[in-house]
């Protein structure tokens, strides 16, 4: 499209015309830098100082008419705008008047001023008049399709545009950015690579846009190849651009301490860019730099209010400082910023889920841990963090079945093999909790869970002194933890009872009373731990303090206690209530293999009934049966500890970068001041004809009274 704006005759022709060589000369460099794409030199200090002269010549030309011309004096005012790159200002000049708009030659100006200011005309007709070839017509009908989201037609006119010059590199790497937005990376790819080696601006640049695709399609090598190059080869354009993109493409292959000082680089170049606070601390992050990592993840918010993912980031911080109310809320904020099909949100994701878990919301964890499962099918976490939500629901079997799961994709965590075992000891199976638990000590001999666990089946192998010498051993290096008092509590109950059967009183009396101590102990320390009541009755069932002992079982009710007393009214030959307690105990666990033996054995007894439980037979050769003084079974309750799973893996955040797509279009920069017309002022003042006058001689005044004689 040419934008000739043809001057007219007028008398003052020639004085128009004084500063013409000015404007060409101004105008060229305008022309120059804007099609080499360096804006910047419009602010050199020998363009600024060409077009302050240009201005001035046009002022006192100006000052010579009467500039009833509202028309040519919009046109010109506009130019000099437009050369200035003042483009607001050249727009405002032409639509002063409605009338000027009409004119076609107006119209055209007015075009070239908002394609400078890149407003996207909902018509390409504009664009097109200021177009001086057909491949720049394509092009530009390429841009506003692209604008317009056809991009069927935005696709097609910029290949046409190619087509007909195949060596136009802005061409390509627009067509690129086109292909970039879209999604489809490899052919983006293979447009920037083809102008890579071109010595110019858009050749440069394509490095810059090869990285930008690298890192859209995860290839973070590549990326980090191209951004680095760029950066070697360019000292001073898109700068922050290409440290923001090298840092995002260290954090990609979780170099974390070298993407923290280029991000650092992107911050110093542009302190308010939201992303380049964000890259930050999502690096800081990465390395437990957590207080720092907040303050940048502030900073971010302070800069874009809403921005989803330094709320993200804020969010990792304060689920990692187990403030989940605030955790929650933040990713509640982050919204769409959790990509569910992005395998890079697993930890993310387990974080969610865990801040929900802890604030009970089951349903919003649960969905997030299947969702770990798809992105990331060989992770045991998701399997092992949904157990530690049934075992504290005591759903027990399920529990079982996800650590299975777990172990089968994780069989080296010794924390998973532990609490597998100590379920293993809830369902009785001891053999396979022996064997979870020496497993669990083999990869970590520091476990306090699975060595209490090992103790307790040496215990129900009848191996008590090594029991013992576990649990002293284990009290020793943890005072603090209760259940190993209560454990050694229960090993020095049945090495009493034995004694006691094996007729050593003295044995018996000792390990009975440091039974009572530890049990009394493991309470003091952990008071909470109510069912210690019932181990507490039995120290003192074991010393026939019966009454004691009763009521100790009716401070904790459970199916033990219930139990137990029944052993208790069966001792005392209380039948009636034995038999009541035994039925309300089953009624409490009807599948407890020792309820239904001690039942069996008092109807059989007491009540000449052979009432058999297949249950009971599996108990037979138990410690529990071994060691029983009236051959009734008295329940002793084991504690443990399940362990908690920690993820201490670095966090890994999204990668994420803005894409900024410029639209480059390509007027025709020809342009002209108009000469005004009209009159041309000269002073109508006529001049006064000077005339000659003598000069008048003044004669000094005469003072005093001497008269001089005449001459």
Known sequence: MSLLLGACRTTSSSVFHEFQDTFQYV???????????????????????????????????????????????????????????????????????????????????????????????????????????????????????????????????LSLAIQEEPKNTLFRITRGDFYYSQGKFEL?????????????????????????????????????????????IEKKKNIFEAHLGLANA????????????????????????????????????????????????????????????????????????????????????????????????????????????????????????????????????????????????????????????????????????????????????????????????????????????LAITLLENDEMEKALSALDSLIYRNPSKAYLYNNRGIVKAYLGVRNDMEHNQNAAGKFYAESLADFNKAHQTDASRQFYYVNVGNAHKNINDFPEALKNYQIYT??????????????????????????????????????NYNKARLLKEYFGEMRASGKSESIQQSIQKKYSKDGFITMYLYDGEFEKYTYENAHFLPVHFQNDFEYHYLPNYKMSLMPFTGIYFKSTKKKSKQVYREPKVYSPKRKGNVICPPL
């Open 558 to 595: 459970s199916k033990s206690g219930v139990n137990n007393m029944s052993v208790i009214y069966a001792a005392q030959n209380n039948k009636k209530d034995a038999r009541k307690y035994f039925d309300i105990a089953l009624q409490l666990d009807s599948g407890s293999s020792v309820i």
């Open 250 to 453: 260290l954090y990609g292959r979780k170099n974390f301490r070298l993407s923290e000082k280029e991000f650092r680089l992107a911050v110093h170049y542009k302190n308010h860019s939201a992303f380049a606070h964000i890259g930050l601390g999502n690096a800081l992050c990465s390395q437990q730099n957590y207080k720092l990592a907040m303050a940048e993840f502030e900073r971010a918010l302070e800069i874009e209010p809403s921005n989803q993912f330094a709320y993200l980031g804020k969010a990792i911080v304060l689920y990692k400082s187990g403030n989940y109310p605030d955790a929650y809320e933040a990713f509640k904020n982050a919204k769409t910023a959790v990509d569910l099909n992005n395998p890079e949100m697993t930890d993310v994701l387990l974080c969610r889920a865990i801040t929900c878990q802890n604030l009970g919301k089951e349903r919003e964890s649960n969905a997030d841990f299947e969702t770990i499962m798809k992105l990331d099918p060989e992770s045991a976490v998701p399997y092992a963090a949904l157990s530690a939500q049934y075992i504290a629901k005591l759903q027990f079997a399920k529990a079982e079945e996800l650590l299975n799961q777990a172990i089968a994709k994780d069989p080296d965590n010794d924390k998973i093999r532990s609490n597998r075992g100590n379920l293993n000891l809830y369902f009785e199976k001891f053999e396979k909790a022996s064997g979870d638990f020496y497993r669990a000590l083999a990869i970590n001999p520091r476990n306090v869970s699975a060595k209490n666990g």
């Open 27 to 157: 105008h060229q460099d305008f022309t120059d830098a804007l099609s080499a794409h360096e804006p910047e030199r419009l602010r050199s200090r020998e363009y600024q100082a060409n077009l302050n002269e240009l201005r001035e010549s046009y002022r006192q030309n100006a000052r010579l008419f009467r500039l009833r011309d509202t028309l040519r004096k919009a046109n010109n005012d506009a130019v000099l705008s437009i050369l200035n790159g003042d483009y607001n200002a050249a727009q405002r000049a032409l639509e002063r008047s409605p009338k000027n708009l009409e004119n076609s030659q107006i119209q055209q100006l007015h075009a070239l001023a908002r394609i400078l200011k890149k407003e996207h005309s909902s018509q390409d007709s504009l664009l097109n008049t200021t177009t001086a070839s057909n491949s720049n017509k394509n092009y530009n009908s390429g841009l506003v399709f692209w604008n317009q989201k056809n991009f069927g037609n935005a696709e097609a006119a």
């Open 188 to 232: 983006a790819l293979q447009d920037f690579k083809k102008i890579r080696d071109e010595n110019n601006y858009y050749g440069i640049q394509a490095y810059l846009k090869t990285g930008s695709v690298a890192l859209a399609m995860k290839k973070y090598e590549e990326a980090e190849e191209n951004f680095k190059y760029y950066l070697y």
